[in-house]
């Protein structure tokens, strides 16, 4: 065998890895031993690519390679878990932005040898990877900003918004057209410059909480860059990566819209969420009252009861109160009480966050439980405890038409015997919509930190 | 390789990530998406393709340097990140021992 088909079986043992790897994610038992294989797949990949004949100069490389390696792996032992999700864009933007970076190169490299028109597939490929990478880069770092609170979370608006998005978009499709035709070196730099103001224009508008989509959207656009790049360069490794990775993202991005009742074009376009709170009301205009419990009654209550199940939201992890959380479900457990965790699909602000978060926090998964797995569970309950959480257990998703959050599925809390919000005010949510949950005959509002509420709660439980 | 291999290709990885993707749980959907994340990072081979190039210029150098380290970033952080999450994950504890953190 030459040496290029030892390549390419080192390329093939590598995809066969990725897909292992994936394979086995889907249990959290293997999940890591697929991440190990996934990991070892890319060091054979990487292994491979050095020894191609193609490559004569390495100082650069070992250089680059050297400094990239080594903040990447810094960065990723020191952040916290709550900061998974700008990690994740911040990844996702650097995965962007190198595509996007190869195309620029490729181009040049075409330019050397010819100045006509570039192959169709060459000048889709090239041009693909240059955009969507652009795009993806400084869509990312913009959701990484909002994300680390560096700017508003809110949606920031401008006048002609949509309209200028689609005029910067034909230009750039424009442009790249003619760059295709003929070459023209500083032509493909405007066009990536352009691309990037592209996807910061579109993600500046998008609210904090519609963030899990916008996330796993960029996630399915690097992939895809990613694979363009690899019909640009000829490379089978490539393609097969990148198209997982946009499948993946692509299938996140539906999975996380349905789970909101929001299209993904409602989400790029739409500029939701994060207004101002207003006080609830009842049809004829009166404020509608409110019940508040103590700590000692709620423990009381937690303690003879046979079902408890608790609802954590992205407030949980903000106060910092996956530990003592535990400690609590400990406790009950301890004493007899069946206790679970339902976790809402879009619960934190990505995918999944929540159960990593509860996972730092010891909990074992096999209390997690999915949103349809509680909803049938919640009639057989006792005490639920929701945490952190508003939008995703307002009836009002289900019952009010009229209301914006309408169709989004949500955790049946109401249909429990009794409901515990720990709220630190009567604040709305995510969605600046008001909860009558909150008024329920049946539920009781333990106002507070949640931090601070559940230390006192586990005192009060060891004290029964 | 010609331009139908590669749109086969395309095809069947597509299909298999799909199928493979669908069956993982939504417990494990942030692990997923950080370790499809350092799968991205794979375009690092094609940035150490087009920096190891003789013939490269300027343009080739400062754009190849700069792909071979954002992708090497993406890699390593990718799979560090994704084994640290995915080492937390586990089952009921041992009946009583220790304090467990």
């Known amino acids: ?464 | 390789m010609s331009f139908i291999t590669e749109i086969l290709i395309l095809m069947l990885a597509a299909w298999i990530g799909v199928e493979v993707i669908s069956k993982v749980p939504q417990m494990l959907h942030t692990p997923l998406m950080s370790g499809t994340n350092a799968m991205h990072g794979v375009i690092v081979v094609g940035a150490i393709l087009v920096l190891g190039a003789a013939a490269g210029g300027v343009v080739q150098t400062i754009s190849g340097i700069v792909a071979v380290g954002f992708g090497a970033a993406n890699v390593v952080g990718g799979f560090v990140v994704t084994d640290r999450m995915l080492q937390m994950f586990r089952r009921r504890p041992e009946p009583p021992k220790g304090d467990g953190g």
């Open chain 1, 1 to 464: 065998m030459s040496r290029v088909d030892l390549i390419e079986v080192a390329y093939l043992i590598a995809a066969f890895c990725f897909v292992l790897g994936l394979r086995w994610l889907s249990s959290p038992r293997t999940a890591r031993r697929g991440n190990g294989v996934a990991a070892i797949g890319m060091t054979i990949a990487i292994i491979a690519t050095l020894v191609d004949q193609r490559v004569v100069d390495y100082v650069w490389i070992v250089i680059a390679a050297i400094v990239g390696g080594s903040i990447g792996a810094l960065v990723a032992r020191r952040v916290q878990m709550t900061a998974m999700p700008q990690l994740v864009a911040v990844l996702n933007g650097l995965g962007g932005g190198a595509a996007a970076m190869i195309a620029v190169s490729e181009y040049h490299a075409h330019g050397a040898v010819s100045t006509g028109a570039l192959g169709a597939v060459l000048a889709v490929s090239i041009m693909f990877s240059a955009i969507v990478g652009s795009i993806s880069f400084a869509g990312s770092m913009i959701a990484f900003g909002k994300l680390q609170e560096l700017l508003p979370g809110r949606p920031i608006t401008w006048p002609a918004q949509k309209l200028i998005n689609g005029a910067l978009a034909i230009t750039i499709l424009g442009l790249a057209a003619y760059a295709s035709l003929n070459f023209n070196d500083p032509l493909l730099w405007i066009i990536v410059v352009l691309a990037l103001l592209l996807g910061a224009v579109a993600v500046l508008p998008i609210g904090g909480a519609d963030m899990p989509v916008v996330i796993a959207f960029l996630n399915a656009c690097t992939g895809l860059a990613a694979a363009a790049t690899g019909f640009a360069l000829g490379n089978s490794l490539l393609i097969i990566a990148g198209v997982l990775v946009g499948a993946s993202g692509t299938l996140l991005t539906q999975l996380m819209s349905k789970a909101m009742n929001r299209s993904l074009a409602s989400v790029l376009f739409g500029a939701f969420g994060g207004g101002g709170g207003v006080v609830a009301t009842s049809a004829s205009g009166e404020v509608l009252p409110v019940l508040e419990i103590s700590p000692a009654d709620l423990a009381a209550q937690l303690v003879y009861a046979r079902r408890v199940m608790i609802v954590p939201g992205y407030g949980l992890a903000v106060a910092q109160a996956q530990h003592p959380v535990r400690e609590l479900a400990d406790l009950l457990i301890e004493r007899g009480v069946q206790v679970a965790f339902a976790i809402h699909p879009v619960a934190g602000r990505m995918p999944g966050h929540m159960n990593v978060l509860l996972a730092e926090a010891d909990v074992p998964y096999d209390q997690l439980l999915e949103m349809e797995e509680a909803n049938p569970d919640f009639p057989q309950t006792d005490v639920v405890l929701v945490i952190g959480a508003n939008d995703v257990v307002n009836p009002a998703a289900r019952d009010d038409p009229n209301s914006p959050l309408h169709g989004m599925p949500i955790l049946e809390v109401d249909q429990a015997e009794h409901v515990v919000v720990f709220k630190r005010s009567m604040a709305t949510g995510f969605a600046g919509v008001e909860n009558l949950l909150f008024h329920d005959p049946k539920t009781r509002m333990l106002f507070g930190d949640a931090r601070k509420s559940l230390a006192q709660l586990v005192q009060a439980v060891q004290a029964v």
